[in-house]
């Protein structure tokens, strides 16, 4: 369970801009891991004035063999969470970028304002009593740059499986019957033609149609648009995009996304 994701968040004082948190999952040596991030913070980071990172490890009762969080605690660590979030911005100005759930651990991090004299074990002696049998382990670190933030944002593929949650939302508020086939629209943008016409070729063998290669810039990008029959429903957009950035990437191809249209029963 997400309890701070997407978009939610209890308090802004300090932070002067929308937050936007979402999850993605991802590998992180050689096992799974589950990042929660702010993708708003991208377009401030640095916050000059907030120069400190503050790490806080919490380890996970019920062990699962992949390290992620079992939901039989996720309401006692979703309430951890909501708590440090709230008290460390309350009471210390801090900004919460996101956390991370790795190898048996939450982890969450936040940014607290320059001169900070609190040492780290007073900072969580006032965060209060925490669910029996849970503890915290704290570090603080300058990080003028922001770097760890910016190592929370999720790659190119992570980020568009966001997106195809974010879209696949409107399609349900819609109404729409996500396990009816229909065409599914896609753009890919390549450095030279020649990168296009491979990229075609290994397109057409994975099923789809594809338009011939149009010049963006002045020929400084060639824009290729593809099509393929697929259903919405079941976690399919999450495989169609894997399947298509495993084919780009091997052509400096960059995806621009996918569309389609609305599809019910009745229509």
Known sequence: ACRRCPGRVRSRRMVPWDQDFEVYLTALDGAPASYVVDLAA?????VEDHPL???LRVPMRVARPDGLRHPDEAAALGAIED?????????HGAIY????????VT??????PAGHGRA??????ALGPLPDGYTIAASLDDDPQWKRAQALNPGPLAEQTIW??????????????????????????????????????DLRAAGFRVDDPDEVDDGEAWGLAFHREDILADGRPDEFVAEIFAILQRHDGRYDGWGAEHRTRES
């Open 120 to 125: 780290v074990d007073e900072l969580v002696a």
């Open 164 to 201: 195809n949650r974010r879209l696949l939302r409107i399609f349900e508020e819609r109404g729409d019957s996500l396990d009816i086939a229909r065409d599914v629209d896609h753009m890919a943008y390549f450095p030279t033609r020649d990168d296009a016409e491979q990229a075609t070729d």
């Open 42 to 46: 991208r377009d401030h980071a640095p």
């Open 107 to 112: 982890t969450m991090f936040h940014y607290l």
């Open 53 to 55: 990172l503050l790490t």
């Open 97 to 104: 970028v996101g956390r991370m759930v790795h190898d048996g």
């Open 83 to 91: 708590r440090v979030v709230e008290r460390l911005a309350a009471d």
